[in-house]
């Protein structure tokens, strides 16, 4: 009788440990499944939908997807956001690369004041970074009176605000430290002894910075381009802030159609297209990463 009441007693607690797994199983499977992936499908499943005199018609079709295609300036807005957002990446890499270069080869203390500089605007409002770089780049701005007190220009440089340009210098200082922070953790990661061999074999600091720092923060590299580009693609407001009548990105024509145009079906097939786009550059990104591991 005691035998039995006591496997009884020992049962019960591991009942209660596979319900509590079982729980914590479906909480980390439900949580991403209603709040990430239905979403992403309720996007996917709108886009096959029209909008025919204001309302929305429930019928399967690629209506929306032959319209980006085919009509207006959509693919050539996409093309142009593409390429802006490939540029911005490319310069902010090289920057990166430099940065966490220049923080790696610091004493510890050093690198973390350094870091934290970088860091800190991270914590501070988008609107303050935002009007802080339009108070820079405007006419009667920091970097045209320095200019014009130095003598170096006769009259403001009007290119440097609501344009292109503009777009670009904002994006590319608002996400540098997304690329300087995964750069310099892979550099952090490298052993110093592989640092202190080379030196040893009378390797140079060029020459190790080329054969032992970039071949091995690699990751660190790939996963800085990607969230820059992932990042300045998917960006709506800076162009807007600071491009004007020039800052017609593909961010900014998703939301139009969700905001003015109010038609939600176009409006998800872009959506849609923007996120097969991200989530090519992550795929790339990764392949790069794994044919250079083969090799």
């Given amino acids: ?37 239905l979403p992403i499908l309720s996007f996917v499943l709108v886009s096959f939908w029209t909008l025919t005199n204001g309302q929305i018609v429930h019928t399967l079709t690629l209506a929306n997807y032959r319209a980006f295609f085919t009509e207006g300036s959509y ?3 996409y093309l142009g956001t593409v390429l802006l957002s490939a540029q911005v990446t490319l310069i902010n890499v090289v920057l990166a690369i430099a940065i966490a270069v220049f923080i790696f080869r610091r004493t ?17 409002s988008y609107i303050i970074k935002i009007y802080s770089i339009r108070s820079i780049l405007g006419q009667r701005g ?39 922070l995964p750069i310099y953790l892979a550099l952090d990661r490298i052993p110093a002894n592989y640092l202190a061999a080379s030196a040893d074999l009378g ?23 990607v969230f820059t580009f992932i990042l300045t693609f998917g960006d709506f407001v800076t162009p807007q802030m600071v491009g004007g009548t020039q800052g017609f990105t593909f961010g900014r024509i998703v939301f139009s159609q969700f905001g003015l145009a109010l038609n939600w079906p176009l409006g998800s097939a872009l959506a849609v297209i923007l996120l097969a786009t991200t989530l090519l550059a992550v795929a790339l990104a990764g ?9």
């Fill in 75 to 77: 693919l050539q807005v």
């Fill in 203 to 225: 390797a140079t600091p060029l020459q190790a910075l080329r054969d032992i720092v970039l071949p091995l923060g690699r990751p660190g590299i790939a996963a800085g381009a």
């Fill in 142 to 180: 920091l970097l045209n009176e320095g200019l014009l007190a130095l003598g170096l220009i006769d009259q403001p440089i009007e290119v440097l605000l609501f344009s292109r340009t503009a777009i670009f210098i904002a994006l590319a200082v608002l996400y540098l430290p997304y690329a300087i």
């Fill in 1 to 37: 009788m005691s035998t039995t009441s006591s496997s009884h007693r020992s049962a019960r607690p591991r009942r209660r440990g596979i319900v509590r797994d079982l729980l914590w199983h479906g909480l980390n499977l439900g949580l991403p499944l209603l709040f990430v992936v």
């Fill in 287 to 295: 392949l790069t990463l794994r044919r250079e591991h083969v090799r």
């Fill in 108 to 124: 510890p203390r050093v690198r973390f004041l350094i870091l934290m500089s970088f860091m800190l605007p991270l914590f501070m």
